[in-house]
């Protein structure tokens, strides 16, 4: 069964950078797409950005040129750089994968049970 344990995130200032990892156990991570989701009260989760095994990502405009996701296969982690911080970014971010997801699609309905996410909170 796989699992997902997100960390880093914390209380920032507007224009300040974090940076979330995220580990995963299972084998199935090398074949998988891995991406970042954030949710926010009164909000459904939303796809941040996806990153598939050969290279191509995928990226809200709101994030675009500010954030970066990243993985390292040998650990099975999964990294979101956050820089230039907005209020607007503010809330619980979580990781997941999948395999055969095309970063290019929405996410699927199938993806793994969600970890307990990172909360980021930036002030203005």
């Known amino acids: 069964q796989v699992q997902l344990v997100e960390s880093g995130g914390g209380l920032v200032q507007a224009g300040g950078s974090l940076r979330l990892s995220c580990a995963v156990s299972?084998?199935?991570?090398?074949?998988?797409?891995v991406a970042w989701f954030r949710q926010t009260p009164g909000k459904q989760r939303e796809l941040v950005a996806a990153?598939?095994?050969?290279?191509?990502?995928n990226y809200i405009d709101s994030v675009k040129g500010r954030f970066t996701i990243s993985r390292d296969n040998t650990k099975r982690m999964v990294y979101l750089q956050m820089n230039n911080l907005r209020p607007e970014d503010t809330g619980v971010y979580y990781c997941?994968?999948?395999?055969?997801?095309?970063?290019?699609?929405?996410?699927?309905?199938?993806?793994?049970?969600w970890g307990q996410g990172t909360q980021v909170t930036v002030s203005s």
């Open positions: 990153l598939a095994i050969d290279g191509p990502t």
């Open positions: 299972g084998s199935v991570f090398v074949l998988s797409t």
């Open positions: 997941n994968l999948r395999a055969g997801w095309n970063v290019a699609a929405s996410p699927p309905a199938d993806l793994r049970s």
